[in-house]
């Protein structure tokens, strides 16, 4: 899908357990700032439902349990306009997901146990106008 990018992650065995990067500026996964990072979430089988920016750029990456991310290309001038795509990430699978403004994202969390997912947003969220668009988790 046209702006979207995966990198995968390799997690480094310590003698204490496993290190595990979520975000290094020499990946150059976009070539935009990061303005804040927050941290969601989500209990087992948990939907966040299909939600779009207009100018902001998520960067997700699931650091505790699982989730499928599930993206749908709403950009009428894309290339890909219409695709959809999937992708299982977390723990086990590590990787961090670009997901450009206009493309319809949402994520349900697998397994027995929370997931929590990171989001590494180019734009800080904005109280007073949020650059947030929603669709019922129906849908």
Same mark, same amino acid.
């Given at each position: 899908?046209?702006? +979207? =990018?995966? #990198?995968?992650? *390799?997690? %480094?065995?310590?003698?204490?357990? /496993?290190?595990?990067?979520?975000? &290094?500026?020499? @990946?150059?996964?976009?070539?935009?700032?990061?303005?804040?990072?927050?941290?969601?979430?989500?209990?087992?089988? =948990? +939907?966040?439902?299909?939600?779009?920016?207009?100018?902001?750029?998520? &960067?997700?990456?699931?650091? %505790?349990?699982?989730? *499928?991310?599930?993206?749908?290309?709403?950009?009428?001038?894309?290339?890909?306009?219409? =695709?959809? @795509?999937?992708? $299982?990430?977390? =723990?086990? *699978?590590? !990787? $961090?997901?670009? $997901?450009?403004?206009?493309?319809?994202?949402?994520?349900? !969390?697998?397994?027995?146990? $929370?997931?929590? +997912?990171?989001?590494?947003?180019? #734009? !800080?969220? !904005? /109280?007073?106008?949020?650059?947030?668009?929603?669709?019922?988790?129906?849908?």
């Amino acid at each position: 899908m046209q702006g +979207v =990018a995966l #990198k995968e992650i *390799r997690p %480094v065995a310590t003698s204490t357990g /496993y290190l595990t990067e979520v975000f &290094r500026e020499e @990946w150059d996964l976009d070539g935009l700032p990061v303005g804040q990072v927050f941290q969601r979430t989500l209990y087992p089988g =948990a +939907v966040t439902g299909w939600h779009a920016h207009g100018v902001t750029t998520d &960067r997700l990456f699931c650091s %505790v349990g699982s989730v *499928r991310i599930s993206l749908f290309d709403g950009r009428k001038a894309s290339p890909t306009f219409g =695709a959809v @795509w999937h992708k $299982i990430v977390g =723990a086990v *699978r590590p !990787a $961090i997901v670009v $997901i450009p403004p206009g493309v319809w994202h949402g994520v349900v !969390a697998l397994g027995p146990d $929370i997931a929590l +997912v990171l989001n590494l947003v180019d #734009k !800080a969220y !904005a /109280y007073d106008a949020p650059d947030h668009w929603r669709l019922p988790p129906d849908t």
